[in-house]
Nanobody, 122 residues
């Protein structure tokens, strides 16, 4: 199956920065997109940013200009650099990958990491 190793979360002061990383491993044939979602208490999970294999990116309006997502296809790893962090960025951040397990499978499957807590507070 597929495993994720997420890292980089923690407590950050307002205005600070952090870098999240997520490495996917296992029986993976191909990954279409990798990205980060977040879920704050009492709120729905929302997209933060995603990147395709061709390096096309998509960002939530709330993080545009403050976040940069990148991907190392050789390592099946996605990174999220976030700057000028705000208290409203506090949430559990989840790694996501849309991938195929086999070449002969026409379907793409959605996989999630276990989540990493990001808390922005003074």
């Amino acid at each position: 199956q597929v495993q994720f190793v997420e890292s980089g979360g923690g407590l950050v002061q307002p205005g600070g920065s952090l870098r999240l990383s997520c490495a996917a491993s296992g029986s993976i044939f191909s990954i279409r997109t990798m990205g980060w979602y977040r879920q704050a208490p009492g709120k729905h999970r929302e997209l933060v940013a995603e990147v395709t294999g061709g390096s096309s990116t998509n960002y939530a309006d709330s993080v545009k200009g403050r976040a940069t997502i990148s991907r190392d296809n050789a390592k099946n790893t996605v990174y999220l650099q976030m700057n000028i962090l705000k208290p409203e960025d506090t949430a559990v951040y989840y790694c996501n990958a849309v991938l195929k397990l086999r070449a002969d499978d026409w379907n793409w499957y959605n996989y999630w990491g276990q989540g990493t807590q990001v808390t922005v507070s003074s």
